[in-house]
């Protein structure tokens, strides 16, 4: 998606904070945090949310939520929460599929 700023980022076209990547996805801070510690996992494919999820994109789901935990660990995250909005109403405001790493409270 051209206009997809998180695709821009998976691109390098658009500067973040980038934690990890591999050839599935990258994980960046979240320019606008709900958290101490709010981390994004972005898959490099464009889906536009859970609900265009296909089952080919199963075992790429379950890389981003190992990713997350991976993050996690880097990060010494005893307890954290790991999020997927879905859609407007559901609290998505970038449509591009994203996971989010949220933790830091004490």
């Keep these: 998606m051209i206009d997809c700023i998180f695709c821009k980022i998976?691109?390098?076209?658009?500067?973040?904070?980038?934690?990890?990547?591999?050839?599935d996805a990258v994980i960046f801070k979240d320019i606008r945090p709900s958290a101490p510690i709010h981390y994004l996992?972005?898959?490099?494919?464009?889906?536009?949310?859970?609900?265009e999820v296909t089952?080919?994109?199963?075992?790429?789901?379950?890389?981003?939520?190992?990713?997350?935990?991976?993050?996690?660990?880097?990060?010494?995250?005893?307890?954290?929460?790991?999020?997927?909005?879905?859609?407007?109403?559901g609290g998505q405001i970038i449509d591009h599929l994203h996971l989010h790493l949220l933790g830091g409270w004490k």
Excluded at 10 to 23: A, F
Excluded at 62 to 89: I, P, Q, W
Aim: charge should be positive; hydrophobic fraction near 40%; avoid cysteine.
């Design 10 to 23: 998976v691109k390098k076209d658009v500067p973040s904070e980038i934690l990890r990547e591999n050839e």
């Design 41 to 51: 996992i972005v898959p490099k494919k464009h889906i536009v949310s859970v609900k």
């Design 55 to 89: 089952r080919e994109d199963e075992a790429l789901l379950g890389r981003l939520v190992h990713m997350a935990k991976e993050a996690a660990d880097t990060l010494s995250l005893t307890g954290y929460k790991l999020v997927f909005n879905v859609g407007k109403d």
